[in-house]
């Protein structure tokens, strides 16, 4: 039976971050309405047009109903704020009786603001500081919502680990890339299946080589969060932050 999992929180809490780890955890379909429109706009983010408002919630709607049809799980990533937004995906989870999932986020936080503003993706900081505000003063906690079979807090802080690609990941055999190493692989999946865990792939490859490596841990279902990048950690430095760094140079025990 597949689930819904419904994100709920204002611009900038890390929906997409939590959406994107569940997607790589259960296999589900990510819907978020802002990448719709922006594909239905030729790639232009925030360009959204009033005169199309139908047919962005007829095919959103559509998205859902085809992904549960088929028996796939289903991430809806956006704010879904008060009760009258969320209505209408509870009444299609209702339909195809499947369990829902609501990740509560709350109501927005100066951090979640600060986020989102430093990187606006073209949108004006001060449009962002009043969509912000709008959606803090709407916000309704979901807890005695009926329609949800339980509510999720996401974790407010995170644990990160790096991890080196070649000689941790795979054997090194660099510009190729070696045969998997099971036993860093079991281990980032472990460290995966919490949503409070962040893995980076720290490596010395960029460019192409560094496509290369991202595509094959895509192809290969290894899970990561971020290669060469902590987003969530602002050093004010190229340097990767992190709680623990694994490394074929380093003697913390992999299987561990």
């Not at 600060?114 to 916000?139: A, D, Q």
């Not at 919502?145 to 339980?150: C, H, I, L, V, Y």
């Not at 899970?223 to 913390?252: C, M, Q, V, W």
Request: a negative charge; aromatic letters at 12%.
């Amino acid at each position: 039976m597949p689930t819904m999992h419904m994100m709920i929180g204002n611009v900038g809490c890390g929906k997409s971050l939590i959406s994107q780890k569940l997607s790589k955890l259960y296999n589900t379909v990510v819907f978020n309405m802002d990448t719709y429109q922006e594909m239905l706009s030729g790639g232009i983010y925030g360009a959204y047009d009033n005169a199309k408002k139908d047919i962005y919630r007829e095919g959103e709607e559509a998205t859902i109903r085809s992904t549960l049809q088929h028996g796939v799980s289903l991430v809806i990533d956006r704010t879904n704020m008060d009760r009258k937004r969320r209505k209408r995906f509870l009444d299609i989870g209702e339909e195809f009786g499947v369990e829902i999932v609501a990740y509560d986020f709350g109501a927005g936080s100066d951090d979640d603001l600060m986020r989102r503003c430093k990187n606006p993706r073209g949108v004006p900081v001060e449009i962002w500081k009043e969509v912000f505000e709008h959606m803090k003063g709407s916000y309704e906690p979901p807890e005695k919502e009926k329609g949800f079979s339980s509510v999720v807090i996401p974790p407010a802080c995170f644990h990160f680990y790096a991890f080196d690609f070649d000689g941790t990941i795979v054997e090194n055999n660099f510009p190729s890339i070696g045969e998997i190493i099971d036993g860093t692989v079991d281990k980032l999946n472990r460290l995966y299946s919490d949503l409070a865990n962040i893995s980076i792939i720290w490596t010395c490859r960029s460019g192409n080589y560094e496509n290369q490596a991202r595509h094959f841990l895509l192809k290969n279902k290894i899970p990561f969060d971020f290669i060469n990048e902590n987003p969530l950690f602002d050093t004010g430095s190229p340097k990767i932050f992190a709680h623990e760094y694994h490394d074929d140079r380093n003697s913390i025990e992999l299987g561990a």
